[in-house]
């Protein structure tokens, strides 16, 4: 069955065998079936909403007349395959299917517009709460069968960091050997710690009951392996490997940023846990300058100031331009670059003799890219300024380990950022895409947040068509706004696009053709989810 959604709220069944059943009942195979009535969607018995305190509405339905398509003539046959990011929270800290009922009716929603996959985030605190090497993936395989059954594919992330959001910290014996030894989290000057993800100066430290970080993580790969082979390759088309703070390349130099300032500001530097230091200290003596390194740099700002209020990021005599601010900077950019390259060497090892795609995820860290110093990357780790490309390693890195890309804001413009922050993401973007390119790294994209801004699909659009057009695209994320009759319509419509090609004008219908056409009704729609 092939179905591709024409506009906000018309279906188009393309197949003709399709045209003799009756549109206002769509069954599936476990049982269960969709029913469009005038008001409502209702999902059969086996996805009854009622007790899970789920509803899907739906406002109003109404199908085009079906009439014998012609055959476009594609501008290009480059396709792009688009993911749904499935619920953070989808298997719960309890490794329990959250809102099953409510999942399963989106999953054959996305299946009936034509989507390629769902992404499923899988949180090392879950699988490895308790104990070192005490694996438990039963709520991760009850959900990746779900996906299977659909007929969907599936695009695996493997987090592991915590996260607030989910409500998913890491494994509960990381934390407490966190509270004997504090220094395995990244640390700011203040002393603040970032415990959602383990510092990457102990990589190959055994801090973790004999074992390194990294011997872990490859252990956890190895189990996923084990316990999903059935699935790798065939359901299991994708494997992101995460690679610090929110699976993002990365150091948490967010962490301390205020909510509630519209300018956001530099960040901070993360290298003042006891492992760091020592690093830092060793590299100091190593290159023949002890003295600096005895710590971070003491002119940086706070996470909130701006790049003017001290004097490291200052575009005119800023200390960033220094001997010294070369010294540190290279040395911190350096450490991120080695511990993406453990970590894509350890996804290669485990992933590289299945039939899976490795994906890693860099941040588009496009705050204050209008400034000569690029503070914001420079503390998130990247050493990109107006006179170095700080980019160009780390795509050679990824294409060492055959490693896909994938870039998020690609629905951000610079039209919409304040012009207070001098931030452009349009041409970091660009930036980033060019240094793929240049070494063969292939692209994926993936939306700035659940709530796309004004103007943001059309940005979607526009990186997901020509000849330098995204790989893949992962759309974040599934839930209550996702279905909302705001939001919906506007996806089936970015769904339309991707899947319809645009139309030789040979093949476009004549107006006599338009005339004979019959009149199709048109309402808005959208599917709503509500969860108790």
Request: hydrophobic letters at 35%.
């Amino acid at each position: 069955m092939e179905v591709s959604v024409i506009g906000s709220s018309q279906a188009n069944i393309l197949k003709t065998d399709l045209a003799c059943r009756e549109l206002g009942l769509l069954s599936f195979k476990n049982g269960s079936r969709v029913s469009w009535g005038k008001s409502q969607i209702s999902f059969g018995r086996s996805c009854g909403l009622r007790n899970s305190g789920v509803r899907l509405t739906l406002k109003a339905v109404q199908t085009e007349a079906i009439r014998p398509q012609k055959i476009s003539r594609p501008q290009s046959q480059h396709g792009v395959r688009l993911y749904v990011g499935l619920p953070l929270d989808a298997v719960s800290y309890c490794n329990a299917v959250n809102h099953a009922k409510a999942i399963a009716a989106g999953l054959k929603a996305l299946k009936l517009l034509g989507v390629e996959g769902v992404e499923l985030p899988i949180w090392w605190g879950v699988v490895e709460k308790e104990a070192m090497g005490k694996y438990d993936w039963s709520g991760y395989l009850a959900l990746v069968e779900m996906v299977h059954k659909v007929g969907l594919k599936l695009h695996v992330s493997l987090c592991f960091h915590g996260s607030k959001h989910a409500k998913i910290p890491l494994p509960e014996w990381v934390i407490k050997i966190g509270e004997q030894n504090p220094s395995i989290f990244f640390t700011d000057r203040t002393g603040q710690q970032y415990k959602e993800c383990l510092s990457l100066a102990v990589d190959e430290v055994p801090v973790l009951e004999g074992k390194t970080p990294v011997e872990v993580y490859n252990d956890f790969c190895e189990s996923f392996k084990s316990s999903f082979s059935s699935f790798i390759g065939s359901t299991i088309d994708g494997i992101s490997m995460g690679l610090g703070p929110d699976g993002e390349l990365r150091y948490p130099s967010h962490q301390g940023l205020s909510r509630s300032s519209k300018v956001p500001g530099v960040g901070e530097f993360q290298c003042y846990d006891k492992s760091m230091l020592a690093l830092l200290k060793e590299h100091g003596e190593t290159t023949g300058n002890p003295l600096w390194g005895l710590g971070g740099p003491h002119d940086a700002p706070a996470y909130d100031a701006s790049p003017s209020s001290n004097s490291f990021f200052k575009d005119d005599g800023g200390s960033w331009e220094s001997p010294y601010g070369d010294f540190f900077l290279s040395w911190y950019s350096s450490l991120l670059v080695r511990h993406a390259d453990r970590l894509l060497s350890l996804a290669s090892s485990a992933f590289g003799d299945s039939e899976v795609a490795i994906y890693s995820k860099v941040p588009l860290v496009h705050q204050w890219y209008k400034t000569r110093s690029h503070p914001a990357e420079l503390t998130a780790g990247f050493y990109n300024t107006q006179n170095r490309d700080g980019y160009e390693v780390i795509a050679e890195m990824f294409a060492q380990h055959s490693c896909k890309m994938i870039l998020p804001g690609m629905d951000l413009s610079d039209e919409g950022q304040l012009q207070e922050g001098l931030s452009s993401p349009e041409q970091l973007l660009g930036q980033i895409w060019s240094a793929c390119k240049k070494h063969g790294v292939e692209v994926s994209g993936e939306n700035s947040s659940d709530a796309v801004a004004h103007g943001g699909f059309e940005q979607i659009r526009k990186h997901l068509s020509g000849e330098d057009a995204a790989h893949s695209f992962f759309y974040q994320r599934m839930g209550a706004y996702f279905f909302s009759p705001e939001h919906f319509p506007s996806f089936t419509q970015l769904v339309r696009n991707m899947k319809q090609p645009q139309m030789h004008t040979d093949d476009l219908l004549s107006e006599e053709e338009k005339a004979k056409e019959p009149v199709a009704a048109t309402s808005e729609s959208g599917i709503q989810m509500q969860t108790a």
